[in-house]
C-alpha cells in the first residue's frame, strides 16, 4: 500500500543520551496517501536515505526558513 512509503522528510530532531553519550536521530515522516496530521516520527534507519537528503539539501537551500515551516506545519495540522 501507498501509505507505508515515505512521501517526504518533513523535520529531525536530535536525543543525546545522558548516560552514553550516543545521539539518536527521529524524522519527521509524511507518509504518500497520508494526510500531514498523519505524520509520525521515525528512527533515521528506518527511513529512506534518500529522503533524508532531499530534506537536508532542502532545508540547507534555505527555500522555506525552519520558523515558516514549522508555522505552516502547525498550520496543516489544525487545518486538516
Known amino acids: 500500500p501507498e501509505y507505508v512509503e ?3 522528510v518533513l523535520d529531525v530532531t ?10 539518536t536521530r ?20 528506518d527511513v529512506d536515505p534518500t529522503k533524508i537528503q532531499q530534506y ?11 520558523a515558516s515551516f514549522k508555522r505552516f506545519f502547525k498550520w496543516c495540522v489544525f487545518v486538516t
Do not use: I, N, Q
Request: charge should be negative; charged fraction near 35%; aromatic fraction near 14%.
Open 6 to 8: 515515505v512521501d517526504r
Open 14 to 23: 536530535e536525543y543525546e543520551d545522558p548516560g552514553t553519550g550516543k545521539t
Open 26 to 45: 527521529h524524522f519527521l515522516v509524511k507518509w504518500r496517501s497520508l494526510a500531514y496530521d498523519e505524520a509520525t516520527w521515525e528512527l533515521e534507519e
Open 56 to 66: 537536508m539539501t532542502f532545508k540547507v537551500s534555505g527555500s522555506l526558513g525552519d
